[in-house]
């Protein structure tokens, strides 16, 4: 089996930046760059390029309506003409929005789907079992409108490029704070795309959605798993719950392949959620991501960044993980064996900003024996517990 894994440049995708003071910046990108090449853990020969912008302009207009791609088009202009900016908050693009318009949006955005399916192709053509884009993951795209800092779903690109050019069994695993709607509607008629998401419960966070009867629909019924999780859940309990119904969703659907989008925001430090997990989260759910390819997609898996928006002390980290973790590096070892004393490199971050927290962390993990515990936390873990029971009934 091949055991090759590769990082998709996203270099490119650098240009999706709406704003020097949007929460959705490309600096994690360079972050997570720069600690794994200086933990000697990332170099030039694993990288691999995305694919043309033809391409990938193709697959978004096979994805989104024809008029929402003009609409992004135009307001990607210098200077937008006037009847376009009239019209933005019709496709979600709004100025004073959460996703708004920049010059260059469009490009942007396609560099980013041209990432993400070069990260499928990598993997379904067998030139690599596992492949990495971290600019990827904007799951949260309609066809016809933007969402939550997404312009174009290029997760939904990604699995689409699959079922069309190499058919089999796609499960989709969705691990960001916030629920994955914008793929799990494309999909939700799908009986050959499973989309599971664990996030916070939608009853207090964006987008609103992904509650546990939301199941699938017509023939994709069953093929469809949320796993809204109560504010404030730490980390047993997410592993808990993320563990059984990850395995449960496995056995009933039996993937050829797995795609995961890894949004990083359920850490405690995140500003945007209320979810109070530790980096051991996201050591432990790559683990499990990857043993379950082993067992059931002959090590298949494409993995795609997402949110996270805590830049400077949780989002490299927690990437760095995925990728030691997709390419079995031996550093992992060194972590697991002494979590208190697996230090980050001394020279990093070697990026200069005057938006650097005072107080970095200075080991891979976190030492949570100085957080204070959440004071409802049995509550919170039985809520959990009923919850995932709920959520996998048709699943039995």
């Known amino acids: 089996m091949n055991s090759k894994t590769v990082w998709i440049d996203s270099s490119a995708s650098g240009r999706y930046r709406f704003h020097e003071e949007h929460p959705f910046h490309p600096i994690r990108l360079a972050l997570t760059e720069d600690l794994l090449r200086r933990s000697g853990a990332l170099d030039s020969s694993q990288m691999s ?21 003009e609409a992004v088009r135009a307001l990607s202009a210098s200077k937008p003409e006037t009847a376009a900016v009239r019209r933005a908050a019709e496709y979600g693009l709004q100025e004073d929005g959460d996703t708004p318009y920049f010059p260059g949006m469009h490009e942007a955005a396609i560099s980013v789907v041209a990432g993400s399916l070069a990260a499928a192709e990598a993997v379904m053509s067998g030139a690599a079992a596992h492949a990495l884009h971290l600019a990827g993951g904007l799951h949260h795209a309609f066809p016809e409108r933007a969402s939550g800092f997404c312009v174009y779903n290029d997760v939904s690109a990604a699995i689409g490029r699959i079922r069309e050019r190499y058919g089999g069994r796609v499960l989709y695993i969705d691990t960001d704070v916030h629920h994955g709607d914008g793929v799990q509607w494309f999909f939700y008629t799908d009986p050959d795309v499973f989309t599971f998401s664990i996030h ?73 959620a209320h979810i109070h997990c530790s980096m051991r989260v996201y050591r432990e759910m790559p683990r499990m991501i990857r043993e379950l390819a082993g067992r059931y ?15 400077w002390r949780v ?15 031996p550093l992992l070892k060194t972590i697991d064996a002494a979590p208190d004393e697996a230090f980050l490199p001394q020279d990093w971050p070697s990026l200069s900003s ?35 029971e709920l959520a996998l009934q048709h699943l039995g």
Not at 49 to 67: F, I, K, N, T
Not at 315 to 329: H, Y
Not at 377 to 385: F, G, H, L, V, Y
């Open 200 to 272: 916070e419960t939608g009853k207090f966070l964006f987008p609103g959605t992904g509650f546990a009867h939301e199941r699938g629909e017509s023939t994709g019924y069953g093929a469809c798993l949320n796993l809204p999780m109560d504010p404030y859940t730490e980390d047993d309990s997410w592993l808990e719950c993320f563990g059984a119904a990850l395995e449960t969703a496995a056995a009933a659907f039996k993937p050829d392949v797995i795609v995961s989008q890894h949004g990083c925001d359920a850490h405690a430090f995140d500003p945007l």
């Open 354 to 388: 005057d938006k650097r927290p005072s107080h970095m962390p200075v080991t891979w993990m976190d030492d949570t024996s100085e957080w204070t515990p959440m004071p409802r936390r049995a509550e919170i873990t039985d809520k959990n517990r009923k919850m995932l």
């Open 297 to 311: 997609t002959q090590g298949r898996w494409v993995a795609l960044g997402g949110g996270g928006y805590d830049h």
């Open 49 to 69: 390029a995305p694919l043309s912008m033809v391409e990938a302009e193709q697959a978004v207009r096979s994805l989104h309506r024809a008029d929402y791609v």
């Open 315 to 329: 989002v490299p980290r927690a990437w760095g993980l995925l990728w030691l973790e997709m390419s079995g590096n």
